[in-house]
């Protein structure tokens, strides 16, 4: 066997217990707030993935970023059921998160969002509420699709308009969404169908 071949093997097996290793931590935090009585929802790019799934799971693009959905008067809670699965609390650049004690690294972190607060002062709407989620499987409760196309499009970061256009891809995302969504959001929402001939 080559030298690039062994090396390849191992770069796929080191892409493989990462993709584990989300999906691990993933499983370990939704149990362990849903024990704790703790309502949350999936946001980011695991509920685009699980979003997009529901239309052609061959579409699923990998991301290693878990965002919870949360209520800020629950984060007591939240923090006693974290640290019930060896998490603790922390906050970087005033963003709340999760970190692994065994490694806390911000990038294997679950980011914390707060339910109907803003995410930045600029953004003209506040994050969904608790109340706009649903499972879409048993033990995994998202953020509604109206709920996550807004928080994408008030983001609007190159990763953002990634997930929006891939939504739009396999019809998740239509035209008619667009007058329920405000001006300068259904805008930028617009300018994307327009691009992908929708």
Same mark, same amino acid.
């Given at each position: 066997?080559?030298?690039?071949?062994? =090396?390849?093997?191992?770069?796929?097996?080191?892409?493989?217990? #990462?993709?584990?290793? *989300?999906?691990?931590?993933?499983?370990?935090?939704?149990?362990? &707030?849903?024990?704790? %009585?703790? =309502?949350? =929802?999936?946001?980011? %790019?695991?509920?685009?993935?699980?979003?997009?799934?529901? $239309?052609?799971?061959?579409?699923?693009?990998?991301?290693?970023?878990?965002?919870?959905?949360?209520?800020?008067?629950?984060? !007591?809670?939240?923090? #006693?059921?974290?640290?019930?699965?060896?998490?603790?609390?922390?906050?970087?650049?005033?963003?709340?998160?999760? @970190?692994? $004690?065994?490694? !806390?690294?911000?990038?294997?972190?679950?980011?914390? &969002?707060?339910?109907?607060?803003?995410?930045?002062?600029?953004?003209?709407? !506040? =994050?969904?509420?608790?109340?706009?989620?649903?499972?879409?499987? !048993?033990?995994?409760?998202?953020?509604?699709?109206?709920?996550?196309?807004?928080? $994408?499009?008030?983001?609007?970061?190159?990763? +953002?308009?990634?997930?929006?256009?891939?939504?739009?891809? *396999? %019809? @998740?995302?239509?035209?008619?969404?667009? #007058?329920?969504?405000?001006?300068?959001?259904?805008?930028?929402? +617009?300018?994307?169908?327009?691009?992908?001939?929708?």
């Amino acid at each position: 066997m080559s030298a690039d071949t062994t =090396s390849s093997t191992g770069s796929w097996q080191k892409y493989y217990m #990462a993709l584990d290793e *989300v999906a691990n931590r993933l499983t370990r935090i939704t149990q362990a &707030l849903e024990n704790a %009585g703790v =309502s949350y =929802s999936l946001a980011g %790019g695991q509920a685009v993935a699980l979003w997009v799934t529901t $239309k052609d799971a061959a579409a699923v693009r990998t991301t290693k970023d878990v965002d919870i959905l949360i209520r800020r008067e629950d984060l !007591p809670k939240a923090r #006693a059921a974290a640290a019930s699965i060896d998490m603790d609390y922390f906050e970087v650049m005033g963003v709340g998160m999760f @970190l692994e $004690k065994s490694d !806390p690294n911000p990038r294997k972190g679950v980011h914390l &969002l707060w339910a109907g607060q803003k995410v930045r002062p600029e953004y003209p709407l !506040p =994050s969904p509420t608790i109340e706009e989620r649903m499972q879409l499987e !048993p033990g995994q409760y998202v953020v509604t699709l109206d709920g996550l196309v807004r928080m $994408k499009l008030m983001s609007f970061r190159d990763q +953002d308009r990634v997930h929006l256009r891939d939504m739009i891809d *396999v %019809g @998740l995302i239509e035209r008619s969404m667009l #007058a329920a969504i405000p001006p300068e959001l259904a805008t930028r929402l +617009d300018e994307l169908l327009t691009d992908m001939g929708r």
